[in-house]
């Protein structure tokens, strides 16, 4: 009885204060989901498109609704993303907009999973779903698209990976985010936040290398365990071609010295995880680094890889990368993201599931890294809108328990 009955689509705020889709779905007997798009800034170049939230909620009424209303079971959520895609007759979502897409399939698996009285990480992820949880990555230092004259490098990520539980492991994030701001005043350097409430001081890479050491290694005694930490380099954000290589402000380094360059970050910083340190177009690049410092460390591939499962299988060919970032409104549906997430992890790539930079109080991508065992999630450390998914994560630990 999960036939739906009724899918209503608004525009709601995001965190950066822009308008997005929000999805609310019915079912017959009396199922009701509720779920909200992200949105990226420093977006790669082969996503989902993302239409401007009127377009989008006005094409996916007009085409995608009547097709779903008392047609599609919302437990049926393979039918549901199909009949989407069907609806858009697009490869990119590009007539309803990926936003519409992504806010309806994520809503529709919440009335299947409250039709069924459970919650949605065990609907997604079945009875015999595995006990483990993702270790979260949280960005403390940042610059990039996502805050002006702060680092070069889009996110400093703290990885307590040592933690003994995901309670443990987001408060320890909290408290470098903390512990970071007490050194930022104490070097007389204030700052504000960039989009996912990471610290944008004006300071140098080298310079935040330094202050994130120390800071991961005092909370790291303070809470017993070892806390690592990665980066986000959103290199096809730097990379021009015209200019040589990837920009950055007191140099461009052509892609051979971008290789290695990132090498000795991993060797001297003994880095966890490395996202997108070259260009989304760089499959051999990719490679030649995952080959040099792919058994320290994890290569992952977000604006590389997409979601998408094409590109992942070349990367799997070209053995580009070891790991994957799973942004579900990347690719427009949950559907696609479980298949991109099961093919990496057939092919013994890490899993990062991870929010946008602009996102809503929506949790569902707590629910999706527990129901498909994903080693990491990428959701923040602090903020409201990122710490609605860390809270849901604790709440599910607790509840599993
Ligand atoms: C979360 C990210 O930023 P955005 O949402 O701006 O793409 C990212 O690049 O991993
Ligand atoms: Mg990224």
């Known amino acids: 009885m999960t036939l739906i009955t009724d899918i209503r689509l608004r525009r709601i705020l995001d965190s950066r204060g822009n308008a997005t889709v929000e999805a609310d779905v019915l079912t017959e007997s009396g199922g009701f989901g509720r779920a909200a ?4 800034a420093s977006t790669g170049e082969f996503e989902a498109i993302e239409l401007p939230p009127n377009e989008a909620i006005a094409n996916a009424r007009e085409h995608a609704v009547p097709r779903l209303v008392g047609e599609v079971h919302a437990g049926d959520q393979r039918a549901v993303d199909n009949t989407l895609r069907a609806a858009d007759g697009t490869d990119d979502f590009s007539e309803i907009g990926a936003n519409s897409a992504v806010a309806i399939s994520m809503a529709t ?9 459970a919650p949605l990480y065990q609907h997604l992820g079945g009875a015999f779903r595995g006990d483990n949880f993702p270790v979260p990555l ?9 805050a002006a004259d702060a680092t070069d490098i889009q996110e400093f990520l703290s990885a307590p990976v040592g933690a003994p539980s995901v309670a443990d492991a987001v408060f320890a994030n909290a408290a470098v985010h903390q512990e970071i ?60 071609e015209e200019e040589g290589g990837y920009v950055y402000s007191d140099q461009v380094r052509d892609t051979d010295e971008q290789v290695e360059y990132i ?15 070259l260009d989304e177009n760089d499959f ?36 580009s990368a070891n790991s994957i970032l799973i942004k ?38 707590a629910h999706l890294a527990v129901a498909t065992d994903a080693d990491f999630i990428k959701t ?19 509840d599993a328990a």
């Not at 030649?288 to 590109?311: H, M, W, Y």
């Open 37 to 40: 798009a992200p949105s990226g």
């Open 109 to 117: 698996a919440k009335a299947a999973a409250d039709v069924l009285g």
């Open 138 to 146: 949280g960005n403390v230092i940042g610059g990039g698209e996502h």
């Open 181 to 240: 701001h007490d050194m930022l005043i104490e070097r007389d350097t204030p700052a504000g936040k960039g989009d996912e409430g990471a610290w944008a001081p004006s300071i140098d890479d080298a310079e935040a290398f330094e202050i994130l050491e120390e800071a991961t290694s005092t909370v790291a005694d303070e809470v017993g365990f070892e806390i690592k930490f990665g980066l986000d380099v959103a290199a096809a954000e730097m990379y021009d």
């Open 263 to 277: 090498a000795e970050l991993v060797e001297e910083w003994d880095l966890a995880y490395v996202e997108d340190p």
């Open 284 to 319: 051999e690049a990719f490679a030649d680094l995952t080959e040099k410092v792919g058994d320290q460390t994890l290569i992952c591939g977000d604006d590389l890889f997409v979601t998408n499962v094409s590109r992942l299988e070349q990367g799997i060919e070209m053995d």
């Open 328 to 365: 579900p409104n990347q690719i427009g549906s949950l559907t696609d993201a479980f298949d991109a997430i099961e093919l990496a992890a057939n092919n013994t790539y890490d899993v990062i599931v991870s929010h946008r930079s602009g996102e809503t109080e929506d949790t569902t991508i």
């Open 380 to 398: 923040g450390a602090v903020g409201g809108e990122r710490t609605a998914k860390l809270n849901e994560l604790i709440r599910i630990a607790d």
